[in-house]
């Protein structure tokens, strides 16, 4: 599976984003696809997940809320919708996929497909 990450960009703190995941490959509807974001000089953690339904989603606890994920398995393509952002939203933001039934949702070492990441920045 090849993932491709776009919609990040520079804006105003309580704006709203959407990123995109386009995804190649495989057969995308039996994964699982994750975002995950990383800040300068912090560890990549992750941010939210969708399983490969589309009806089980689920939210590191500081995007709760403001976040949402979805799905369009006809289109490959998986979104995360972010709003009300915070200038501690700022990072890159990455798109990863994992069989479904493996590994823990919210473990970066659980995703054998990462695209290439989309820069977020929140300004205050």
């Known amino acids: 599976v090849q993932l491709q990450a776009s919609g990040g960009g520079l804006v105003q703190a309580g704006g709203s984003l959407r990123l995109s995941c386009a995804a190649s490959g495989r057969t995308f509807s039996t994964y699982t696809v994750g975002w995950f974001r990383q800040a300068p000089g912090k560890e990549r953690e992750f941010v939210s997940a969708?399983?490969?339904?589309?009806?089980?989603?689920y939210f590191a606890d500081p995007v709760k809320g403001r976040f949402t994920i979805s799905r369009d398995n006809a289109k490959n393509t998986v979104y995360l919708q972010m709003n009300s952002l915070k200038p501690e939203d700022t990072a890159i933001y990455y798109c990863a996929a994992k069989w479904d039934y493996s590994g823990i949702y919210y473990d970066v070492s659980a995703y054998s497909y990462w695209g290439q990441g989309t820069r977020v920045t929140v300004s205050s």
């Open positions: 969708i399983r490969w339904s589309g009806s089980i989603t």
